[in-house]
């Protein structure tokens, strides 16, 4: 089942909504890695204050807080390689004494990001997930994208996300994205 987006800075956001952030949208506002006037950051930075301003109730899952700190761990490695860091992989590069440095900066994002949103427990027992595993084995599928679609449809709540693979699964997307927009009207 096609998806149904709507642009996330026009929607007229309301007290009852219950909004998810994907963990692109969340590094663009909390990683502090991209710049603070690229369009992302200056589109989903008015989203969140409509949002906050509607009374509308942000929703975060464990799923997307890991994406979140494991998307910036690897940003983070790709600026370390890029300035002449010699780390074979991420694990070696995290067990640096460079990453000490850096991990606090992610931890107090990610603080920030569980301040600003209610926690949700994970109804993954519930979850037909042999279903879901073999959606997956079409190569057709992120696992994890299937996790927030079912988490989305579950909660009854939005997703605010910038990734043009969430076409499918029947929910509600809010987006800035063009594409996005465009695929599913």
């Given at each position: ?61 464990v799923l997307v807080l890991s994406e979140f700190v494991n998307v910036c761990a ?56 042999e279903d879901l595993l073999n959606d997956y084995a079409t190569g057709e599928w ?44």
């Amino acid at each position: 089942m096609r998806n149904k987006a709507f642009n996330a800075l026009s929607y007229s956001y309301s007290a009852s909504d219950k909004v998810m952030f994907d963990a692109n949208i969340l590094v663009s506002l909390f990683s502090g890695l991209e710049p603070p006037g690229s369009v992302p950051v200056r589109n989903y930075s008015q989203v969140l204050k409509s949002i906050r301003q509607s009374g509308a109730v942000i929703v975060l899952d464990v799923l997307v807080l890991s994406e979140f700190v494991n998307v910036c761990a690897r940003k983070y490695h790709e600026l370390a390689i890029a300035q002449g860091g010699v780390w074979k992989n991420r694990k070696s590069y995290r067990q640096s004494a460079e990453f000490t440095m850096v991990a606090p900066t992610i931890a107090r994002a990610a603080q920030q990001i569980v301040k600003l949103a209610r926690r949700l427990d994970h109804p993954f027992s519930a979850w037909p997930i042999e279903d879901l595993l073999n959606d997956y084995a079409t190569g057709e599928w992120d696992v994890n994208d299937q996790f927030i679609i079912k988490l989305c449809r579950h909660e009854q709540a939005l997703l605010l996300t910038n990734d043009t693979d969430f076409t499918t699964g029947g929910i509600t997307v809010l987006t800035t994205h063009p594409k996005l927009l465009a695929a599913c009207p």
